[in-house]
């Protein structure tokens, strides 16, 4: 096996052993990007002189025996999480050139374990859009499939992870993120509860929805990347004083005593049938582990892709106000007054599905309508909050499909944005109620596409799913199945 193939878990142990370094895992997983990027294009920047200084530093952290379970893995990092010192894009133009002054908190985090970052991977433009072809810098593939989309936003996080381009990786997930791209490349993807982990750092897009969480390889390595960002942070004024937890603690054989809630609006119409098969594949494999099953109800459940293509424009409308050819990001050199600045930096700085969203918000936000919309959009969230504590009341994890689809072909949906934005109808309800999700593969359609099985579960209930999660991986044994690239 090349070293590049490892998982966090794996490397680790070889680290620990002294039987490989970090300078040579980080070299050969430079090797396996000079071997396959121009096919897959996961990555807008690469970080390779410090990434190898970094690994250097690390060997002698461990020769000086101060081993963190991170110490010496190289890790690929979304492009929306700010790195000093390295370009942050958020796969947008209008930050082409922003290089941030300081570190999101999961970058501290990370860097204080001496772990060791690649790069900057892709991304749809401020994280809007469903399959990563929104991003101002070329589309990522997946690499199963060079013609399909590998999901999004965090789509270059997925492909990096599921193409051996990285150990593991951070993405971000606002409506399904992260979860999506993880089904679609066949990788493990968790989204934290809202206020789990920081999101100092994080370039906003929708600020009640996002949430930063790990993409990896398996579901031993999700655990050690949760371990390694989550905690309080008093520069995030949403962030929980919740305790963390040992997430490796709930790696444990055996589901006895757990029962797991199948959501019947998740299974209705347009729910392609291989998908439906592979899940449901996935949840009898609970049931052989120990687990319980009883069908729930989440009745608002249709009515969440309607609110959150409101709260999120309108509240991207807020935070993307601040990019306006003044104090940072894109300016146009030809403007003749404040306003015609203003216009032309952003008009030339943003891609269209970042200006419709805006257009979307900044109408729902406008005088006259927020009542009608925004307002009524957040009865509705509500709602599913509701929904949520009511299926919870019966059932300690829900267990759905992630995407209804398999990853479509790169440019199928360009004209048609209702549809890929219908493409979230499973992973939004769980960032309106701010619950943890997590993708774990569970199949592959005829066609040999990744299909993951979604894991929802109550609010800082991470160690359910990840517990759940480990035993549906342990039985499937297809995380170590790797797409023929190269």
């Keep these: ?11 680790s142990d070889l680290l620990t052993k002294g039987d490989i370094s970090s300078v040579e895992l980080t070299t050969d997983v430079f090797s396996r990007i000079d071997q396959i990027e121009d096919q897959v294009k996961a990555y807008i920047t690469q ?7 970094q690994a250097e530093a690390a060997d002698q952290a461990r020769r000086d025996g101060e081993v963190a379970p991170l110490c010496g893995i190289p890790l690929a990092i979304k ?3 700010c790195t000093k010192g390295l370009t942050t894009t958020a796969g947008s133009r209008i930050l082409e050139n922003f290089t941030p002054p300081y570190d999101a908190t999961v970058m501290e985090k990370l860097q ?7 790069g900057k991977v892709s991304m749809d433009e401020f994280a809007m859009g469903s399959g990563n072809e929104n991003c101002a810098f070329g589309t990522p593939k997946n690499p199963w499939s060079l013609d399909h989309i590998c999901g999004g936003s965090s789509g270059g996080s997925a492909a990096a992870v599921a193409a051996d381009e990285c150990l593991a990786s951070l993405g971000s997930d606002t409506g399904g993120s992260i979860r999506q791209p993880a089904s679609h490349c066949g990788v493990v993807g968790i989204k934290p509860t809202y206020g789990r982990v920081s999101r100092f750092g994080l370039l906003a897009f929708a600020s009640s929805l996002d949430q930063i969480g790990p993409l990896s390889k398996d579901v031993t390595d999700a655990a050690l990347l949760l371990n390694g960002i989550c905690g309080h942070d008093p520069r995030d004024s949403t962030s929980a004083a919740q305790k963390s937890e040992d997430y490796l603690a709930a790696l444990q054989d055996g589901l006895s005593g757990l029962t797991v809630g199948i959501p019947q609006e998740y299974f209705g119409p347009g729910l392609n049938s291989e998908v439906e098969t592979a899940v449901r594949h996935g ?17 608002h459940t249709e009515y969440g892709v309607a609110a959150y293509y409101i709260i999120a424009p309108a509240e991207a409308s807020s935070n993307l106000a601040r990019y306006d050819g003044v104090r940072y990001g894109h300016r146009n050199s030809d403007a003749d007054s404040l306003i015609d600045l203003y216009r032309r930096s952003r008009s030339e700085g943003f891609g269209d599905e970042v200006k419709r969203r805006i257009l979307i918000g900044t ?22 909050v509701n929904d949520y504590t009511e299926a919870f009341s019966q059932c300690d994890v829900l267990a759905s499909p992630v995407s209804p689809i398999p990853a479509w072909k790169i440019g199928e949906k360009a004209s048609d ?15 309106l109620a701010g619950i943890p999700g997590m993708s774990v593969p569970c199949g592959f359609s005829s ?14 209930q991470e160690a359910t799913l990840i517990k759940t999660a480990y035993n549906l991986e342990q039985r499937l044994e297809i995380t170590n199945k790797k797409p023929a690239l190269g």
Aim: some cysteine; proline content about 5%.
């Design 417 to 431: 944005p209702l549809s890929v934005y219908l493409s979230d109808l499973l992973t939004i309800p769980a960032n």
């Design 112 to 118: 204080a374990q001496g772990a060791v970052c690649l």
């Design 1 to 11: 096996m090349k070293l590049s193939q490892l998982t966090i878990h794996e490397a």
């Design 47 to 53: 970080n390779r002189e410090p990434a190898l200084q």
């Design 283 to 299: 949840i009898d494999l609970l049931v052989e582990a120990g687990a319980t099953i009883k069908e729930v109800s989440l009745p």
């Design 79 to 81: 492009d929306v999480i």
């Design 447 to 460: 066609t040999g596409l990744p299909i993951g099985l979604q894991l929802q579960a109550g609010h800082f």
């Design 363 to 384: 109408y729902a936000l406008s005088s006259g309508y927020y009542d009608a919309y925004y307002k009524k959009a957040s009865q509705v969230r509500t709602l599913i």
